[in-house]
C-alpha cells in the first residue's frame, strides 16, 4: 500500500518557538494532503486541506496565520506551527490522497508535539 | 453539516464474544461511510468502507440509511482486535476528500 512518513516522530519546543513538521508521500503522488490534530484518546479534527501547487484550505476555527502549510511538491507537504504556545501541544497527523481517487487517504505516523 | 456519533468511548469483550462497535452519522446527502482502525502505536489504516461491502479480518459493516447507521460487527472476537477504531464520513461535493471522524471506541479484547 501507499507509504506516508512525518518527521519529526516528536518534537519538543519552547514557547514562542516556530515547528516544521514534514510529510512526505514515498511512493505515490499526493495532490491533496490533508493535516489533523489529535488529542489524547479523541478523534482527529482536520485543520486543513492542502493541494499542491495552490493555497491550503482551513477548516474553520483554524487560524491560518499560526499554522502554515505549504505543499511545493505531489510529494512533500509541510506544516509550520509558528509562535508555538503549550496549548499548541498535540499529535498531529498528515494524509495523503492519490490523484483520482476519491475516497481513500493514507496516513502518516503522527507527529507529537510539546511545547514548555 | 456532517456529523459522526460513536457513542461508546470504551468496549470490552472477551476472546470469542460477538463485537459491535456503533456508529451514527448525520448527514443530508449520500454519504461515504468507513471504518479506520489505529493498533497500539500504529498510524490509522482503513479497515473498511461500505461500498466495497467487504469483509477484513472478519469484521463486517452495513450502512442502514433509515437508522443512519453503520455499525461494525464481528462475531468472534480475537485479542489482536483490540484497538482504537474510528467511524468515518466522506460527504463528497465541495467536501470531496475531506473526512469527518467520530470519536473513537477503544475496544479491548480480553483473554
Known amino acids: 500500500g501507499a507509504v506516508v512518513s512525518q518527521h519529526p516522530s516528536w518534537v519538543i519546543c519552547k514557547s514562542g518557538t516556530s515547528v516544521k513538521i514534514e510529510c512526505r508521500s514515498l511512493?505515490?503522488?499526493?495532490?491533496?494532503m490533508f493535516w489533523y490534530r489529535q488529542f489524547p484518546k479523541q478523534s482527529l479534527m482536520l485543520m486543513a486541506t492542502?493541494?499542491?501547487?495552490?493555497?491550503?484550505?482551513?477548516e474553520q476555527g483554524v487560524e491560518k496565520d499560526k499554522f502554515l502549510i505549504n505543499h511545493a511538491s505531489l510529494t512533500l507537504s509541510t506544516l509550520t506551527v509558528t509562535s508555538a504556545h503549550p496549548e499548541d501541544s498535540s499529535f498531529y497527523i498528515c494524509?495523503?490522497?492519490?490523484?483520482?481517487?476519491?475516497?481513500?487517504?493514507?496516513f502518516g505516523p503522527g507527529t507529537r508535539l510539546t511545547v514548555l | 453539516a456532517q456529523r459522526v456519533t460513536q457513542p461508546e468511548k470504551l468496549l470490552s469483550v472477551f476472546k470469542g464474544a460477538p463485537v459491535e462497535l456503533k456508529c451514527n452519522y448525520s448527514?443530508?446527502?449520500?454519504?461515504?461511510l468507513f471504518w479506520y482502525v489505529q493498533y497500539s502505536r500504529q498510524r490509522l489504516q482503513l479497515l473498511l468502507r461500505?461500498?466495497s461491502r467487504e469483509s477484513i479480518k472478519g469484521f463486517t459493516a452495513d450502512l442502514n440509511k433509515g437508522e443512519t447507521s453503520f455499525h461494525l460487527k464481528k462475531p468472534f472476537a480475537q485479542e489482536e482486535d483490540s484497538a482504537m477504531y474510528y467511524c468515518?464520513?466522506?460527504?463528497?461535493?465541495?467536501?470531496?476528500?475531506?473526512?469527518?471522524f467520530g470519536q473513537g471506541t477503544i475496544l479491548t479484547v480480553h483473554p
Open positions: 511512493d505515490f503522488q499526493a495532490t491533496t
Open positions: 492542502s493541494n499542491e501547487g495552490s493555497k491550503a484550505t482551513y
Open positions: 448527514y443530508s446527502g449520500s454519504p461515504e
Open positions: 494524509s495523503g490522497k492519490l490523484a483520482g481517487v476519491r475516497f481513500e487517504q493514507f
Open positions: 461500505h461500498i
Open positions: 468515518a464520513l466522506n460527504a463528497g461535493g465541495t467536501s470531496y476528500g475531506k473526512l469527518t
